[in-house]
């Protein structure tokens, strides 16, 4: 069965550095999404694409976030200056269009921000 | 209150029980869906419910809607210690594509 795929699946930065969470979604999904959980807490929308655009961003998915599709097959979500409270799960999802709105969630990716 | 409230927040049965979560929400919804989480994993979606059906079962699931009460309830019947995890109701608003705004969750221990 496709699935959504995660790399790394944990990564550890200094605050201030630049981070690349990178997915590979579903290969027929047309819609990307970023998703993150803080320990404890609910799992929080950042930011959906679709057709290499934004269609639907959070307000927390402020100027330090971008997400780009460099090729057919990556999502990548880029923070480009961490900070201590960026440590959280990050969730990939996808999903195909057409009237089917089940989003289908990758493994997550646990980064940890000192 | 946030869309997407779930109660009990956790919930410790035996298995071979019944358990019932419920999810409600605050704003006019397309769908409603749940997912199940397992320590530390990713989502595991169960099940969607638009807003125009009142009941939908799969397999050990029955999932209900009310949307005047803006509510809904999971039921997983004859539960067992593999059901053991976190359960979250998301609501989404619009099309094909946009958003799901999640609940609390749901703690479920299901006692061997």
């Known amino acids: 069965e496709p699935e959504v795929t995660q790399t790394p699946s944990h990564q550890v930065t200094q605050m201030g550095q630049e981070v690349i969470l990178r997915c590979v979604p579903i290969s027929n999904h047309l819609y990307f999404y970023w998703y993150r959980q803080i320990l404890g807490q609910k799992v929080e929308f950042l930011v959906s694409f679709y057709n290499n655009e934004i269609s639907e961003k959070s307000e927390i998915f402020d100027d330090q976030f971008s997400v780009e599709r460099p090729d057919g097959s990556n999502f990548t979500l880029k923070i480009r200056s961490t900070k201590l409270e960026d440590s959280a799960m990050y969730f990939c999802?996808?999903?195909?269009?057409?009237?089917?709105?089940?989003?289908?969630f990758g493994p997550g990716t646990r980064l940890t921000v000192t | 209150s946030q869309q997407g409230e779930e109660d009990p927040q956790a919930l410790s049965i035996q298995e071979g029980e019944n358990a019932t979560m419920n999810c409600s929400y605050k704003t006019s919804i397309n769908n409603l869906q749940w997912y199940r989480q397992n320590s530390g994993r990713g989502l595991v979606h169960l099940i969607l419910?638009?807003?125009?059906?009142r009941e939908k079962h799969s397999g050990r699931l029955r999932v209900t809607l009310d949307t005047s009460k803006k509510s809904s309830s999971l039921l997983i019947t004859a539960s067992r210690a593999a059901d053991t995890a976190s359960y979250f109701c998301a609501t989404q608003t619009g099309a094909s594509g946009s958003r799901l705004t999640f609940g609390e969750g749901t703690q479920l221990t299901v006692n061997p």
């Open positions: 999802a996808s999903s195909w269009t057409g009237g089917v709105y089940e989003q289908y």
């Open positions: 419910i638009r807003s125009n059906e």
